[in-house]
C-alpha cells in the first residue's frame, strides 16, 4: 500500500519559516520523481515545485529563492524549506509521487500552511 504523509504545516507570521515532510512507504523511491503541489481556497491546485530522481530541481516562479526541495533517499523522504513566508503562500500542500517515465502517481492527505499576522 503506498502511502505519502505530509508533516510540518502550521501558522507562521510573514516572514517566517517552516520545513515541510513528506514520508513515503510502499514505493521504491529512488525511481519516483517528488514535488510539492498547493491549493489555496478558491483556486486551483499548482505546482510548487519538483525535484527529479536525479536531483534536477524546478520552482513555480512565485516561490523561486524563497523555497528549496531536497529528497533523502535513505529515509524515503522529501522536504520543502520556506523562506521568507507571505500570505499569498497560504494552501493546502500536497505531496505527490510519480514514476519515472509513466503517468503514474500518488497523492498525500495534504498539509495546511497559513501566513497571518
Known amino acids: 500500500q503506498v502511502q505519502l504523509v505530509e508533516s510540518g504545516g502550521g501558522l507562521v507570521q510573514p516572514g517566517g519559516s517552516l520545513r515541510l515532510s513528506c514520508a513515503a512507504s510502499?514505493?521504491?523511491?529512488?525511481?519516483?520523481?517528488m514535488g510539492w503541489y498547493r491549493q489555496a481556497p478558491g483556486k486551483q491546485r499548482e505546482l510548487v515545485a519538483i525535484?527529479?530522481?536525479?536531483?534536477?530541481?524546478n520552482y513555480a516562479n512565485s516561490v523561486k529563492g524563497r523555497f528549496t526541495i531536497s529528497r533523502d533517499s535513505a529515509k524515503n523522504t522529501q522536504y520543502l524549506q520556506m523562506n521568507n513566508l507571505k500570505p499569498e503562500d497560504t494552501a493546502v500542500y500536497y505531496c505527490?509521487?510519480?514514476?519515472?517515465?509513466?503517468?503514474?502517481?500518488?497523492w498525500g492527505q495534504g498539509t495546511r500552511v497559513t501566513v497571518s499576522s
Open positions: 505527490n509521487a510519480r514514476r519515472a517515465t509513466t503517468t503514474l502517481e500518488y
Open positions: 510502499g514505493i521504491i523511491f529512488t525511481i519516483y520523481h
Open positions: 525535484i527529479s530522481t536525479g536531483g534536477t530541481t
